[in-house]
């Protein structure tokens, strides 16, 4: 049982756009979401994390979305650049350390 | 500073063999993670210690998988009996403490492969 999907395995963007990445869950006990970025054979690093309480956390270009009532958050990047070509993963925590992660997006930014 | 180390890096072992995975946290955390990444997957929670104690096993898939932090600092992922499916990347991370908003900062991880 998947609790954490991230559904898009892909995304391609123009740098100075937009990048929206989706993440959907389904355990209602879940009281904070964090983003991790991936580049390869690297371990994860944590991106910007969000809260239950709250519906917007923003840290420069990253800005995390959280709407509890449809279970869903979004990471949104403005604007993109090349360098923020990697695999992000969302994940959840139900009041411990205990990381759930989504299945990751691949993000590509095209110069 | 350093970061989270994790030895080795690549590991190559035969089915049914015993492997051991080695993870040096950052200095001064007292909480350590185990993940399993699976290809295509996001990391896959194993278990945590909190100091020299496992908080939370839960995510150990069987008795094959056994995990120890004696001094509360370097831990070892043990693995007996391998098998095909447990190829994976293992990945270590540590945190100041075990809450959920405190940073995990993550190893690079170990590559096994079980052939």
């Known amino acids: 049982d998947q609790q954490v999907k991230q559904n898009s395995p892909s995304l391609s963007v123009q740098e100075g756009r937009i990048s929206i990445l989706n993440c959907d869950y389904t355990?209602?006990?879940?009281?904070?979401f964090l983003w991790y970025k991936k580049y390869p054979a690297e371990g994860p690093t944590f991106l910007i994390s969000?809260?239950?309480?709250?519906d917007k956390n923003e840290d420069g270009r990253f800005t995390v979305f959280l709407n509890k009532s449809a279970k869903h958050l979004s990471l949104h990047i403005v604007p993109s650049q090349p360098g923020d070509s990697a695999v992000y993963f969302c994940a959840a925590s139900a009041g411990t350390g205990k990381l759930i992660f989504g299945q990751g997006t691949t993000l590509q930014v095209k110069p | 500073g350093a970061g989270v180390s994790q030895t080795p890096s690549n590991k190559v072992t035969e089915k049914g063999k015993y492997v051991e995975l080695r993870c040096d946290p950052i200095?001064?955390?007292?909480?350590l993670y185990w993940y399993r990444q699976s290809l295509g997957q996001g990391p896959e929670f194993l278990i945590y210690f909190q100091g020299t104690g496992a908080a939370d096993d839960s995510g150990l898939p069987n008795d094959r998988f056994f995990a120890v932090r004696p001094e509360g600092s370097v831990s070892t992922l043990k693995i007996q009996r391998t098998e095909r499916g447990d190829s994976a990347v293992y990945l270590c991370?540590?945190?100041?403490?075990?809450?959920?908003?405190?940073?995990?900062?993550f190893g690079p991880g170990t590559r096994l492969l079980v052939l």
């Open positions: 969000i809260s239950s309480i709250k």
């Open positions: 200095s001064g955390h007292t909480a």
């Open positions: 355990n209602s006990m879940f009281d904070y």
């Open positions: 991370a540590s945190s100041l403490g075990g809450r959920a908003f405190e940073t995990q900062y």
